[in-house]
């Protein structure tokens, strides 16, 4: 009989060397991914990040885990068909919770419009799966938060919604929030900003008009909501917008309402010419007549892509009159663009798999593996951004952090981070210096001024 010998070890796929007469090799491939369920010793990027993944998704629903702060959504797994809804609410959270902790140190009362509350689309009975119920818990466990730290703030939130049944649905929802003063609305929001006006009165308020197209908040009627102490974050329905702008005489009245402009057309077309792609062309007119109509000091957006095709589906724009604010919606982006390449790859997997009938047995496929689109467009963005500071500071020999930074982050993809980098390698390479730091610092900040020494193309 023939035994196994134990002295001599085994090697690392876990066979021993003297198992055979069969195929060692079939079974190395099994004890090899047997050894990467070891989460510790996974190597490979997608593994940890797929790992990562179901570690997150098991806490959402672990009761001990209640209160971590980004288990008040569900997974995307259960936004199945509405993936660009779950990135959207993504967004809103972290964005909320960044705002309410910034103002309620400063401010006193903060009040929540939701202008086109809903809900739409619901699976869930609770509506967790809804922008006003994320917004009301995350309002809720931030006051709580600021109440621990000593500070009182009064928050309220303001739901309205347009269609009955929708609204008898949301009005239910309202009346059993605990912890903050809600109210539910029965209303088209563009003809109720007089109300919304008195309702927030002079508190900082944060107003998220999130449509399901591009009626119902014309420019010059939210106009005075534009000229609040506040934020204002806009759901821009890039993909039905493209579809339809210009196709009709009674589309380009409702676009007419969307722009505030009767001349927009010209101004588009204008711009089509300038930058040659409709896209930009579309977003440069948007956000140039909110920056007008809102006395905007910054205009940031960040794109959601449709989850399943390479193409963008809606932009999410941030209107607001403070630098901390574009700061704290680029930190945000940079969570959303991970979670974003997350979803989109394991909706391309999912589909690979479905279509092949078999999982993969031997690692990763080039659909994980492949930078996403997402991906792609930041390379760009981060190699035209680096091109056009180094003109401005060739131009302007002296600027301020502030004054870079309100220029180049409302650039999208475009983060703090990569602005410092791109700062401390032309100053280690003498084309520039950073007045006021000292050797120790990292970062920089407003504090610091840059000041050219050569030209940084030399």
């Known amino acids: 009989m023939r035994t196994t010998r134990t002295d001599l070890g ?3 796929h876990g066979i021993p060397r003297r198992i055979r007469p069969f195929n060692c090799g079939i ?6 991914l047997k050894r990467l369920n070891n989460i510790s010793r996974i190597q490979n990027k997608w593994r940890r990040a797929n790992c990562k993944l179901k570690i997150i998704n098991k806490l959402r629903h672990t ?29 809103l959270e972290h964005y909320l919770e960044r705002v309410i902790y910034n103002i309620g140190s400063k401010w006193k009362a903060f009040t929540y419009i939701d202008g086109f509350s809903g809900p739409w689309k619901s699976d869930d009975v609770d509506y967790h799966d809804t922008s006003f119920f994320i917004a009301s818990q995350k309002l809720s466990s931030a006051a709580e938060g600021l109440r621990k730290n000593g500070k009182e703030i009064n928050i309220k939130c303001l739901f309205i ?27 088209r929001f563009e003809n109720l900003i007089p109300d919304i006006i008195n309702y927030i009165g002079s508190s900082f ?14 420019l010059e009627k939210i106009q005075p909501i534009l000229r609040l102490r506040g934020e204002v974050l806009i759901n821009f329905m890039y993909d039905h917008i493209n579809r339809f702008i210009g196709t009709t005489d009674l589309s380009e009245k409702s676009f007419e309402d969307l722009f505030g402009d009767k001349k927009w057309k010209a101004r588009f077309e204008n711009l089509l010419r300038n930058h040659g792609d ?16 809102g006395n905007y000091k910054y205009i940031a957006f960040t794109k959601i892509l449709n989850p399943k095709k390479d193409r963008s589906y809606f932009y999410l724009i941030n209107c607001g009159k403070n630098l901390k604010g574009l700061l704290e919606f680029r930190e945000v982006e940079q969570k959303l663009f991970e979670e974003q390449n997350l979803v989109r790859k394991s909706l391309k997997h999912s589909k690979q798999i479905e279509e092949s009938k078999q999982s993969e047995l031997f690692g990763p496929s080039e659909t994980l593996t492949k930078p996403g689109l997402m991906e792609e467009e930041r390379k760009v963005q981060l190699a035209w951004g680096k091109a056009w500071l180094a003109d401005l500071i060739n131009i302007s020999n002296t600027l301020t952090m502030d004054q870079i930074l309100s220029q ?13 980098n791109w700062i401390f390698d032309w100053a280690s390479k003498n084309h520039i210096s950073i007045q006021n730091s000292t050797p120790r610092e990292k970062t920089l900040k407003a504090k610091h001024t840059i000041k050219k020494i050569k030209n940084i193309n030399d």
């Open 205 to 218: 308020s944060f107003v998220f008009i999130d449509p399901t197209g591009w009626t119902g908040f014309s």
């Open 27 to 32: 079974l190395a491939q099994w004890a090899n």
């Open 408 to 420: 180049a982050l409302e650039f999208p993809l475009i983060w703090k981070k990569d602005v410092d």
């Open 161 to 187: 919604e347009k269609t009955r049944t929708a609204f008898e649905s949301l009005k239910e929802y309202t009346e059993s929030i605990d912890g903050l003063e809600a109210t539910a609305i029965n209303g």
């Open 10 to 12: 085994a090697p690392r």
């Open 63 to 91: 009761d001990r885990y209640q209160n971590i702060e980004f288990l008040a959504m569900r997974s995307f797994k259960e936004y199945e068909g509405r993936e660009q809804t779950y990135l959207k609410h993504f967004f």
């Open 278 to 293: 409709r896209e930009n062309a579309i977003l440069k007119l948007y956000s140039d007549r909110l920056k007008e109509t």
